[in-house]
């Protein structure tokens, strides 16, 4: 198992797996490649962008994209998008991915992640079981416009 930094030559295959992860349930997103390809373009452009990979025998099987950002209690890893190929969830990747992403932001000094996911949905149970807790207090707000 190896973890390291997404590079701009990952981008497409990172892309590619993601399309591939958020097509099945629960989420259908019918998502095209070069559209997650864009966003993560803009994504990695913030100057504040930490992304990973997690490879097993040279091979992506997982993404975890964000951005660190810094709060009155300390920085925070703001997760974006965590994903474990399909054909390897359920095998405790996602800890080990989640377990290697912590220790690397401890390194920079950051020791919080925020982050948001549907409700009632195996990601919901995956954050709970590595240790995420609902925030009481908050409330996700979005606008379009």
């Keep these: 198992m190896n973890i390291r930094k997404l590079t701009n030559k990952d981008r497409t295959i990172a892309a590619e797996l993601y399309v591939k992860t958020f097509s099945q349930e629960p989420w259908n997103e019918k998502n095209k490649v070069e559209d997650i390809v864009a ?5 990695t452009q913030m100057n504040t962008e ?3 990979i997690l490879e097993k025998d040279q091979m992506m099987i997982g993404i975890a994209l964000g951005f660190t950002r810094s709060w009155y209690k300390g920085n925070q890893y703001h997760l974006d998008t965590f994903c474990i190929d399909p054909a390897f ?28 996911t549907d409700r009632d949905t195996p990601a ?10 609902k925030l009481a207090d908050s409330v996700l707000y979005a606008i379009d416009f």
């Design 39 to 43: 966003h993560f373009q803009r994504l």
């Design 50 to 52: 930490k992304s990973f």
């Design 89 to 116: 969830q359920g095998r405790g990747y996602g800890k080990l991915f989640m377990n290697k992403i912590k220790n690397e932001l401890v390194a920079d000094e950051v020791h919080t992640i925020i982050l948001d």
């Design 124 to 133: 919901e149970k995956f954050y709970q079981s590595t240790g995420f807790t």
